[in-house]
């Protein structure tokens, strides 16, 4: 596999005084919505390179601001508590288009791949964002992947499959029965079989033409789709 990182962006804190997601992580049980808000207030977001496309950059704001928070005022990190302080530790991450085969002929796909890394440089969170194709195929390439890195003994702690909307029903159904979706506590677990053992969250996004936005620049919404929470889940951010 070859890759030619066009976009990198750096997580950092604000005002290391006042509280952060890396407190929240720390202390989940003692905490109120306003610390919540206040942690991702505090969290501060720097693109370098080639300028993030809308859907891209919406996803990475909206792993801070809406799934780390939604996933803590539903539950859901309790099921997926791995991942959840993962979250907490990305201090830098790249954006690419997905590329595979040899180095001298590879293939582009229709996929942007974004990768969270701890402060080590390590992948703890992977997202593909899908913008054509076919998802089932998509899919089994994902899954080939997070298996090939977990058995090559990675810290990768959850993976993230973006979609544009509408999603089709039927990869939908499938794919939430193979990630456990009749189990009634499991379900939320939203594990992939060994080797990897982690959870594979299901997003789909819409992006909105300048005409539809209420000011000029474009926008993006991004929700879960599986797990589904107790709490609303998507959100609506500004292309950077």
Not at 185 to 210: C, G, K, M, Q
Request: charged share 25%; aromatic share 8%.
């Amino acid at each position: 596999m070859t890759k030619e990182t066009l976009t990198r962006f750096e997580v950092s804190t604000k005002n290391p005084e006042l509280f952060s997601i890396h407190s929240v992580a720390h202390s989940p049980r003692s905490l109120s919505p306003h610390d919540l808000t206040s942690a991702v207030e505090n969290l501060k977001l720097d693109f370098h390179g080639e300028e993030p496309g809308p859907v891209s950059s919406a996803f990475v704001e909206f792993l801070f601001a809406d799934f780390f928070v939604n996933a803590h005022s539903s539950g859901l990190y309790n099921r997926q508590l791995a991942l959840w302080e993962a979250i907490a530790r990305i201090g830098s991450g790249t954006i690419n288009p997905l590329k595979t085969g040899w180095f001298l002929m590879p293939k582009e796909h229709p996929v942007e791949e974004v990768v969270f890394l701890d402060s080590l440089g390590k992948p703890v969170v992977l997202a593909w964002l899908v913008q054509e194709g076919d998802p089932n195929s998509i899919l089994n390439m994902l899954i080939k992947k997070v298996n090939k890195m977990k058995l090559q003994e990675s810290p990768l702690c959850g993976v993230f499959l973006v979609l544009p909307d509408p999603v089709d029903e039927s990869f939908l159904d499938k794919t939430r029965n193979f990630l456990g979706a009749d189990d009634p506590v499991a379900r939320y677990d939203a594990r992939l079989p060994e080797p990897a053992f982690i959870p594979l969250n299901l997003l789909d996004y819409r992006s909105h033409d300048t005409e539809d936005s209420d000011d000029s620049e474009d926008r993006c919404s991004i929700r879960l789709i599986h797990p589904t929470l107790r709490k609303a889940s998507g959100s609506q951010s500004k292309s950077r």
